[in-house]
C-alpha cells in the first residue's frame, strides 16, 4: 500500500532550526512536494523535489532520498509565522498521496 | 487514518463537454469539503467551500456557474466543470475536515487531473 509518515506534532523556538521528517513508502515516484498550511487558508507551495539532495530556498530547505524513502524540510531562523502545519506529498502516477501533516508550534 | 478518494484519477474530454469530479470521505463525515485547483509546482488554489446541505461558497474569480458544487450527502461533494475548455486543464484537490474535528484538521484526496482537448 501507499504509506507516508511524518511526525504529528513539534515545537520549537524562535530563531533555533528545525526540521521536519517524512518518510514514505509508495508503488512509484515523480517527487515530492512540501506544503505550508496557515490554519484555515489553503495550503502554500514550498517545494518540490524530484533528485536526490537538498535544495535551499531561503530559509527553508528541502532534502530527499530516493533510494531510503526520506524527505526532510528544514526551517532555519524560526519566525512565529512558521507556526502552521507542514504537509509531505508523494506524486506518482499524476496523483498526490498525502501525509497527515506536522503540526510546528513555535515559542518565543 | 482518515482518507479521502476522487474519481476519477484522470479524465481527457473534448472542449464543450462537462465533467463530474467526486470527493468522498471514505471513513469520516464531512460536512465541508474543500476544492483547490493546482497549477504545475504552484500553491494550490481554493476554488470553493463545499456545505453540506447548502449552496457553496465560492472564491473571488471563480464561476459558480462553471464550476457546480453539490455536495448531496456527509460523505460526498461533487465538482461538474460545465462546458471544459482547455484552460480549464488543471489538477483539482479535494480537502475535507472531519466533522468531529476543527477545521484545521484536513485530508486531502489524490487528486483528478483534467486534460481538455
Known sequence: GQNID??????????AIVQINCTYQTSGFNGLFWYQQHAGEAPTFLSYNVLDGLEEKGRFSSFLSRSKGYS?????????????SYLCAVERDYQLIWGAGTKLIIKP | GAVVSQHPSWVICKSGTSVKIECRSL??????????????KQSL???????????????????????????????????TV?????????????????????????YFGPGTRLLVL
Open chain 1, 6 to 15: 511524518q511526525p504529528t506534532e513539534m515545537t520549537a523556538t524562535e530563531g
Open chain 2, 45 to 79: 488554489m481554493l476554488m470553493a467551500t463545499s456545505n453540506e446541505g447548502s449552496k457553496a461558497t465560492y472564491e473571488q474569480g471563480v464561476e459558480k456557474d462553471k464550476f457546480l458544487i453539490n455536495h448531496a450527502s456527509l460523505t460526498l461533494s461533487t465538482l
Open chain 2, 82 to 106: 460545465t462546458s471544459a475548455h482547455p484552460e480549464d486543464s488543471s489538477f483539482y484537490i479535494c480537502s475535507a475536515p472531519p466533522r468531529s474535528e476543527g477545521l484545521e484538521t484536513q
Open chain 2, 27 to 40: 471513513d469520516f463525515q464531512a460536512t465541508t469539503m474543500f476544492w483547490y485547483r493546482q497549477f504545475p
Open chain 1, 72 to 84: 526532510y524540510l528544514l526551517l532555519k531562523e524560526l519566525q512565529m509565522k512558521d507556526s502552521a
